[in-house]
Nanobody
Framework: QVQLEESGGGSVQAGGSLRLSCAAS????????MAWFRQVPGKEREGVAA???????VYAESVKGRFTVSRDNAKNILYLQMNSLKPEDTAMYYC????????????????WGQGTQVTVPS
């Protein structure tokens, strides 16, 4: 079973950028479909971006054109580059792996990290 650990969160002004990283261990990242999700207290976990083994990607409408998901298979790391951040992007961001389909629905993923907080003050 793959283990996932996110990093790179923090507080950034609106319009700024952050890059989140998800380091995988225990297995080779290149074999997995992977995704980023986010969650705010009291709301369901929301899919942000996903990438398959061939590097095909999908994005939530709310982040298209601003966020980019990518993977470095040599380093076993998944990234989420977030530009033009908005206050509504404030959330805990989670890395997920081990889906068999390229979707932004949490129930399809079997491995999760602990999350990293992103805060964009209004």
């Amino acid at each position: 079973q793959v283990q996932l650990e996110e990093s790179g969160g923090g507080s950034v002004q609106a319009g700024g950028s952050l890059r989140l990283s998800c380091a995988a261990s225990g297995s080779t990242l290149s074999t997995y479909y992977m995704a980023w999700f986010r969650q705010v207290p009291g709301k369901e976990r929301e899919g942000v971006a996903a990438i398959d083994r061939g590097d095909t990607t999908v994005y939530a409408e709310s982040v298209k054109g601003r966020f980019t998901v990518s993977r470095d298979n040599a380093k076993n790391i998944l990234y989420l580059q977030m530009n033009s951040l908005k206050p509504e992007d404030t959330a805990m961001y989670y890395c997920a792996a081990d889906s068999r389909v390229l979707v932004l629905m949490a129930q399809f993923y079997n491995a999760w990290g602990q999350g990293t907080q992103v805060t964009v003050p209004s």
